[in-house]
């Protein structure tokens, strides 16, 4: 099979041949047809990787090919996906109590295992969630990150429906979370760098739409009544410190990107209103489930450009460079 693998820490893509690989106890092969490339692909690069040479991708969907021994839930010819959960060791503190995205020795399809940089992959079979009819591979592959990182935050933040909710940047994730949001019935706010972003945001549901560079973002939320939550889904942390005033009183900051540098906040405006700033997990496979079937149902799509396998490096480097609109999905 073709496989596009990071040979060691710090190395460049390369694309091979390896032998397909067959699923052991508890685990499926699944014959991948899309997936979707992703920033925490660099990690792989980075040294992240549990060994070398390995395989990246954690936005794969694709069809059951095979399952191995104890497997009874899945069966040959079923579309899958397979995402960042890749697998829960059951026995640790966090999965006895059913926290299986904060196991304590969680699989990370692509840094534990091979990805979905190939025509097969291999995962166990709690790692997989089901794709619903309506949603094409192309479509469904991303939702498997990007989608379940913006639902499932949206939905573990709090905010009730009808409650007014907030989308920090538009993006990757950001233009998947104004969906999410806008359909689900929350009062959404889109907020971004520029004026001709305006138009976008609302063409993607948003009722409201704040120019970061025009505004105090903290002062036009309050005027909206204040956000039950903001969704964080930019690297920037000076922008999202800025919307902690206009937060709701118990209002949570959900934090979805990864900035570089220290999150420093004013205290007195936590203290003053009962803030809260939540750091977000993505999800597990049943997550990820959930939010492939809400997507197909209330028309939740990603704006994808595709590439072919061999071109996993050139996909890469328009993801890192912020070329892609507004993902990079691969096919094979």
Same mark, same amino acid.
């Given at each position: 099979?073709?496989?596009?693998?990071?040979?060691?820490?710090?190395?460049?893509?390369?694309?091979?041949?390896?032998?397909?690989?067959?699923?052991?106890?508890?685990?499926?092969?699944?014959? $991948?047809?899309?997936?979707?490339?992703?920033?925490?692909?660099?990690?792989? %690069?980075?040294?992240?990787?549990? /060994?070398?040479?390995?395989?990246?991708?954690?936005?794969?969907?694709?069809?059951?090919?095979?399952?191995?021994?104890?497997? /009874?839930?899945?069966?040959?010819?079923?579309?899958?996906?397979?995402?960042?959960? @890749? @697998?829960?060791?059951?026995?640790?503190?966090?999965?006895?109590?059913?926290?299986?995205?904060?196991? %304590?020795?969680?699989?990370?399809?692509?840094?534990?295992?091979?990805?979905?940089?190939?025509?097969?992959?291999?995962?166990?079979?709690?790692?997989?969630?089901?794709?619903? %009819? @309506?949603?094409?591979?192309?479509?469904?592959?991303?939702?498997?990150?990007?989608?379940?990182?913006?639902?499932?935050?949206? !939905?573990?933040?709090?905010?009730?429906?009808?409650?007014?909710?907030? $989308?920090?940047?538009?993006?990757?994730?950001?233009?998947?979370?104004?969906?999410?949001?806008? #359909?689900?019935?929350?009062?959404?706010?889109?907020?971004?760098?520029?004026?001709?972003?305006? /138009?976008?945001?609302?063409?993607?549901?948003?009722?409201?739409?704040?120019?970061?560079?025009?505004?105090? $973002?903290?002062?036009?939320?309050? #005027?909206?009544?204040?956000?039950?939550?903001?969704?964080?889904?930019?690297?920037?942390?000076?922008?999202?410190?800025?919307?902690?005033?206009?937060?709701?009183? !118990?209002?949570?900051?959900?934090?979805?990107?990864?900035?570089?540098?220290?999150?420093?906040?004013?205290?007195?405006?936590?203290?003053?209103?009962?803030?809260?700033?939540?750091?977000?997990?993505?999800?597990?496979? #049943?997550?990820?489930?959930?939010?492939? !079937?809400?997507?197909?149902?209330?028309? $939740?799509?990603?704006?994808?450009?595709?590439?072919?396998?061999?071109?996993?490096?050139?996909?890469?480097?328009?993801?890192?460079?912020?070329?892609? !609109?507004?993902?990079?999905?691969?096919?094979?």
């Amino acid at each position: 099979m073709r496989a596009v693998q990071v040979p060691a820490a710090e190395a460049d893509f390369e694309v091979v041949e390896r032998d397909r690989p067959e699923p052991g106890r508890g685990q499926v092969l699944v014959r $991948v047809t899309a997936n979707g490339v992703c920033h925490s692909d660099a990690w792989a %690069q980075g040294g992240m990787a549990s /060994e070398y040479p390995r395989v990246p991708g954690h936005e794969a969907a694709g069809v059951v090919e095979a399952v191995g021994e104890g497997v /009874e839930q899945w069966q040959p010819g079923t579309r899958v996906g397979v995402g960042w959960f @890749g @697998g829960a060791c059951h026995v640790c503190d966090p999965c006895r109590r059913g926290d299986f995205i904060s196991c %304590q020795r969680m699989g990370v399809t692509g840094l534990s295992a091979d990805g979905g940089y190939a025509d097969y992959l291999v995962a166990p079979a709690d790692a997989l969630a089901a794709i619903p %009819q @309506g949603l094409s591979d192309t479509d469904a592959a991303p939702l498997m990150c990007a989608g379940v990182t913006t639902f499932h935050g949206l !939905r573990e933040s709090g905010a009730r429906i009808g409650d007014l909710v907030a $989308v920090l940047g538009l993006g990757g994730l950001g233009h998947l979370g104004v969906q999410f949001a806008s #359909k689900l019935g929350f009062e959404t706010v889109a907020i971004a760098r520029g004026a001709e972003k305006g /138009e976008f945001a609302h063409q993607l549901g948003a009722h409201h739409y704040l120019d970061s560079t025009a505004v105090d $973002v903290g002062e036009e939320l309050t #005027k909206l009544g204040g956000a039950s939550a903001v969704l964080a889904t930019v690297t920037d942390a000076a922008a999202m410190a800025a919307t902690i005033p206009g937060l709701a009183p !118990r209002g949570r900051l959900v934090v979805l990107g990864a900035p570089g540098e220290p999150l420093s906040l004013p205290a007195p405006d936590l203290i003053s209103a009962s803030r809260v700033v939540a750091g977000h997990a993505s999800g597990t496979a #049943k997550d990820s489930e959930d939010t492939l !079937r809400v997507a197909a149902r209330l028309g $939740v799509r990603p704006m994808v450009e595709t590439a072919p396998l061999e071109e996993a490096a050139t996909a890469f480097r328009r993801m890192m460079d912020g070329q892609a !609109r507004f993902r990079m999905v691969l096919t094979t």
